[in-house]
């Protein structure tokens, strides 16, 4: 390449370069003149009081207020299933029914000894009142006549399986013809109009939770409230956490035993706190301050942080209702610059 030609261009290069350096120092210097005389674009919020929280959340599986399960005391066939799943039962009310020819009930026997122990009770009684025995004799065949009832009783039991409580039935394991063996789980039975909760603490947050603080779940948009009611002093060992206890209403029966929810524990409530986001507090040094508009101005203003809840930052000092806190903008933003309010 001719000399002169490769010089032109290396000239051109040059000149081209100036020439975008020059166009951005200006744009940069307009841009710097602008901030200068109309002011730093801002966005501003107003500070205002507000209730601050801070919860915890853990998973828990739900169950009844109160809940019992019924086992077989015999081993045999099913004959007879009352109940469903669902169903609302009364305590004592007959669930499930075995046959009564299983010899190993001794139904029938029973049932004669007790018949037999009662009549003769009875006579007894009236032969005692005539004058005709003594007490000793009377309270023999008392005696007599409790042990056969308290015989007979246990024996209707293994035949006839009852409600131990007054709820719903959430768990039937068993169908008519099915065989059974003795301690086998037959039903649940559940109280939903209230339900319970266990939630596992670590030894880490167990201190930031007390009996009687608020908790609450959400189901589809729906907040529904309870309270800790009791909270353990010393650790399971074999969860290695604390054992809390949530009880929670349950309105419309919303809320089903067996499911696993997601409870939330208010562990700090403040009313009035004044509180902002994360994203608008600078630091500097360890030290956290903000930008308030003060007369078209930004003032730097140092603040005190308190508690954290997500985004959410309680801040303690430093900040007034009334403060106009600056949100957008700030970090382009000293002490005393002019600032222009961006609607």
Same mark, same amino acid.
């Given at each position: 390449?001719?000399?002169?030609?490769?010089?032109?261009?290396?000239?051109?290069?040059?000149?081209?370069?100036?020439?975008?350096?020059?166009?951005?120092?200006?744009?940069?210097?307009?841009?710097?003149?602008?901030?200068?005389?109309?002011?730093?674009?801002?966005?501003?919020?107003?500070?205002?009081?507000?209730?601050?929280?801070?919860?915890?959340?853990?998973?828990?599986?739900?169950?009844?207020?109160?809940?019992?399960?019924?086992?077989?005391? !015999?081993?045999?066939?099913?004959? @007879? &299933?009352? +109940?469903?799943?669902? #169903?609302? =039962?009364? *305590? /004592?009310?007959? $669930?499930? %029914?075995?046959?009564?020819?299983?010899?190993?009930?001794?139904?029938?026997?029973?049932?004669?000894?007790?018949?037999?122990?009662?009549?003769?009770?009875?006579?007894?009684?009236?032969?005692?009142?005539?004058?005709?025995?003594?007490?000793?004799?009377?309270?023999?065949?008392?005696?007599?006549?409790?042990?056969?009832?308290?015989?007979?009783?246990?024996?209707?039991?293994?035949?006839?399986?009852?409600?131990? !409580?007054?709820?719903?039935?959430? @768990? &039937?394991? +068993?169908?008519?013809? #099915?065989? =059974?063996? *003795? /301690?086998?789980? $037959?039903? %649940?039975?559940?109280?939903?109009?209230?339900?319970?909760?266990?939630?596992?603490?670590?030894?880490?947050?167990?201190?930031?939770?007390?009996?009687?603080?608020?908790?609450?779940?959400?189901?589809?948009?729906?907040?529904?409230?309870?309270?800790?009611?009791?909270?353990?002093?010393?650790?399971?060992?074999?969860?290695?956490?604390?054992?809390?206890?949530?009880?929670?209403?349950?309105?419309?029966?919303?809320?089903?035993?067996?499911?696993?929810?997601?409870?939330?524990?208010?562990?700090?409530?403040?009313?009035?706190?004044?509180?902002?986001?994360?994203?608008?507090?600078?630091?500097?040094?360890?030290?956290?301050?903000?930008?308030?508009?003060?007369?078209?101005?930004?003032?730097?203003?140092?603040?005190?942080?308190?508690?954290?809840?997500?985004?959410?930052?309680?801040?303690?000092?430093?900040?007034?209702?009334?403060?106009?806190?600056?949100?957008?903008?700030?970090?382009?933003?000293?002490?005393?610059?002019?600032?222009?309010?961006?609607?």
């Amino acid at each position: 390449m001719n000399r002169s030609i490769l010089l032109a261009i290396i000239l051109v290069c040059a000149l081209f370069f100036i020439s975008s350096c020059s166009r951005e120092q200006m744009e940069a210097k307009n841009l710097e003149q602008i901030y200068k005389e109309e002011g730093i674009p801002v966005r501003i919020k107003e500070i205002d009081t507000q209730t601050f929280q801070q919860e915890l959340s853990f998973h828990a599986i739900l169950s009844g207020i109160k809940e019992s399960s019924v086992f077989s005391l !015999i081993a045999d066939e099913v004959e @007879k &299933v009352y +109940v469903k799943v669902g #169903d609302y =039962v009364e *305590r /004592d009310q007959v $669930l499930l %029914t075995f046959p009564t020819d299983n010899p190993a009930t001794r139904y029938y026997q029973a049932k004669v000894a007790f018949e037999n122990a009662k009549k003769a009770y009875e006579r007894m009684q009236n032969l005692y009142n005539d004058g005709g025995i003594s007490r000793q004799e009377l309270d023999n065949a008392s005696a007599a006549f409790e042990v056969s009832r308290a015989d007979w009783e246990a024996v209707q039991k293994t035949v006839e399986v009852k409600a131990p !409580i007054s709820g719903f039935i959430t @768990k &039937v394991n +068993v169908r008519e013809t #099915d065989n =059974v063996q *003795r /301690d086998d789980e $037959l039903f %649940t039975i559940s109280r939903t109009d209230r339900m319970k909760a266990i939630a596992w603490i670590s030894e880490k947050e167990i201190s930031d939770i007390n009996k009687g603080m608020l908790a609450y779940v959400m189901l589809d948009g729906q907040k529904i409230e309870g309270k800790v009611v009791q909270v353990d002093l010393a650790m399971d060992q074999d969860k290695r956490a604390f054992q809390a206890v949530i009880e929670l209403a349950n309105p419309n029966k919303a809320l089903k035993p067996g499911t696993t929810v997601e409870i939330n524990i208010v562990s700090y409530s403040r009313p009035e706190a004044i509180v902002v986001e994360r994203k608008d507090i600078l630091q500097n040094g360890g030290s956290s301050f903000v930008y308030v508009l003060n007369q078209g101005t930004a003032q730097k203003r140092p603040i005190k942080i308190g508690r954290r809840q997500d985004l959410d930052v309680e801040v303690t000092e430093g900040l007034n209702p009334g403060d106009k806190l600056i949100i957008e903008g700030q970090l382009l933003l000293d002490q005393g610059a002019k600032v222009k309010v961006i609607q």
